[in-house]
């Protein structure tokens, strides 16, 4: 990381990210005063979207400073520590979400996150060019995706909450998860450390650069990211809920699509700034890194905390749901290890009916 950066970033600060978010609080105060609901709700949604992707942008690179400071190695560095905080925005939202008791909507966004940037952001990026992935850690990532999802899948069946009436996700589950995360962590540094730690440190500095900030600044920054991610996902999250009251439609199907969509837009966009690069590999690997914290990491620590009821439309369909397009993008890694136009054009096409059922079954 370097002071091209944080200039960049102030000089978005005062150039475009500032109006927005003045011009936004005084519709919001308009929409308030005439007692406008919906157009109030919306653009409070719209905010803690855009507050929590601008400050999970802030809370990846200092972060990522920090730890380059305190002598972590690039490649530990590249392979986990960057990917565990570029899922700060699926964290947020989850976390806020279980620990106010909107449990079906934190498994609704963890799910629908993966399924949206499995078939939308994939898709669409296969679909605009072929992705060619040579890298071993990438090929290596794919199988513990499916895994996981098969993992989830199972670990709701009451495995190890007999006394519970109803589908649930509990404190043993997360536990499970959370250590196959942890086997995932060591097969991946075991298997890269010796293969590709150089490929690893260069895109690293590619993406970092190998400048020092002062201490205190780059705390600062961390701490504003971390206060604008926080903020985010309780308006994503008390929006969410408004919504899903005020269209009388489960909490877990505004999880699934808006939010799921909302979060996976900085996906989409590093995605095509990825392609216009030709990094297919970090694009990919980007998007199955984060999935598997998503499952492992974000779940595994959600469910330490809280316990996630699961609804059995959930279990039988979405689940179900995930688990297919896990496996969809695992046939297709692992064949001439390309996601060809075909085959993104495949994944775009099976999300986009997934959608449009979701938006139907919420309309009856």
């Not at 475009?16 to 105060?29: D, K, Q, R």
């Not at 996150?113 to 679909?127: D, F, H």
Request: proline share 2%; glycine share 8%.
């Amino acid at each position: 990381m370097n002071t091209t950066f944080l200039e960049k970033k102030k000089q978005q600060f005062f150039g475009g990210f500032l109006l927005f978010v003045l011009f936004m609080i005084i519709l919001i105060s308009v929409f308030s005063f005439f007692d406008w609901k919906w157009p109030f709700v919306i653009s409070l949604f719209i905010i803690g979207v855009v507050l929590l992707i601008e400050g999970s942008d802030w809370v990846v690179h200092s972060a990522t400073h920090i730890a380059r400071g305190l002598g972590i190695s690039p490649v530990l560095i590249g392979l986990f520590f960057v990917a565990v905080f570029s899922t700060v925005p699926e964290l947020a939202v989850i976390l806020y979400a279980a620990f106010t008791g909107h449990s079906s909507l934190a498994l609704g966004t963890m799910i629908g996150s993966v399924i949206a940037t499995l078939g939308l952001v994939i898709g669409m990026s296969a679909m605009i060019t072929p992705l060619s992935v040579y890298s071993f850690t990438v090929l290596l990532e794919a199988p513990f995706l499916l895994l996981s999802a098969v993992l989830l899948f199972v670990l709701s069946f009451r495995l190890f909450d007999f006394g519970s009436a109803d589908y649930v996700l509990g404190k043993i589950d997360g536990a499970l998860l959370l250590l196959f995360f942890l086997l995932f962590l060591v097969y991946t540094w075991r298997s890269t450390v010796f293969r590709e730690s150089k490929r690893v440190e260069e895109e690293f500095q590619h993406a970092f650069g190998t400048g020092l900030l002062p201490i205190f600044r780059t705390l600062f920054v961390f701490c504003a990211g971390l206060a604008s991610v926080f903020f985010g996902a309780k308006f994503v999250v008390m929006t969410s809920v408004d919504i899903a009251s005020g269209f009388a439609v489960d909490e877990a199907i505004v999880g699934l699509t808006l939010v799921a969509l909302a979060i996976s837009l900085p996906a989409l966009v590093l995605s095509l700034v990825g392609l216009f690069q030709k990094e297919y590999d970090l694009v990919v690997g980007n998007i199955l890194g984060a999935n598997i914290l998503t499952l492992l990491l974000i779940g595994g620590m959600t469910m330490l905390v809280q316990p996630l009821f699961v609804d059995t439309h959930v279990l039988f369909i979405d689940m179900l749901v995930l688990v297919f397009f896990c496996a969809l993008f695992q046939v297709f890694i692992t064949t001439d290890k390309k996601i060809t136009r075909i085959e993104g054009g495949v994944l775009f096409a099976f999300y986009l009916i997934y959608f449009g059922y979701l938006v139907w079954y919420a309309m009856h």
